[in-house]
């Protein structure tokens, strides 16, 4: 049944009806803890719909919250440094940056690409992704040349390992954009 209304759930934030979205991503999230073992990988993907829902609607409260709950839940299990934690924790980073606090979302996302490019399990995109965030939270923070410079050391280098058109590179050439008006 959790499944069920996961899916409805999910169909219903793809046609932007968050607030019905809402409260079924939350049952499912509670019927997932009461009938599955504490660690299944079900209750991670409940709690990181609910986190994205949240954050799509600006509750930036709300979802920093349950992404933080989904961080302690993936450390639990796997450890700080395994690419779920990490992709939690780039996800409380942004949400950060998005609310307007930039100095916990610049320590966050230096964490993360820290702590990414010392595992192996961690794949160079991921890399590429958290730098994107710290490049545009560095752009907001009005750290302009900080930004600026860690943008010339990562879009010569994903634009020929992605391609022009990858969302990564995309986002970067933004950032070049804004940060040269």
């Known amino acids: 049944f959790a499944s069920s209304l996961n ?48 954050w799509q609607m600006h509750r930036f409260s709300d979802s920093e919250s349950v992404f933080l709950e989904l961080f302690r839940f993936e ?24 609310a307007g606090q930039l100095s916990e979302a610049e320590a966050n ?28 939270t560095l752009r907001l923070g009005l750290k302009l040349n900080d930004a600026r410079q860690l943008l010339s050391e990562v879009l010569p280098a994903t634009l020929s390992k992605l391609g022009a058109d990858h969302d990564i590179v995309v986002r970067l050439n933004e950032e070049r954009d804004l940060l040269r008006g």
């Open 7 to 54: 899916n409805l759930a999910v169909l219903l934030e793809a046609t932007g009806r968050y607030a019905e979205a809402e409260p079924l991503y939350r049952e499912a999230l509670d019927l997932r803890r009461e009938a599955l073992p504490p660690s299944h990988p079900d209750i991670a993907t409940s709690l990181n719909n609910l986190a994205i829902l949240l």
């Open 75 to 98: 450390v639990l299990l796997k450890g700080e440094d395994a690419p779920a934690t990490l992709e939690a924790k780039r996800c409380i980073a942004a949400v950060q940056r998005d």
């Open 109 to 136: 996302f230096r964490q993360v690409i820290a702590a990414a490019q010392s595992n192996p399990e961690n794949d160079e995109e991921f890399i590429l992704l958290s730098q994107s965030g710290l490049i545009k």
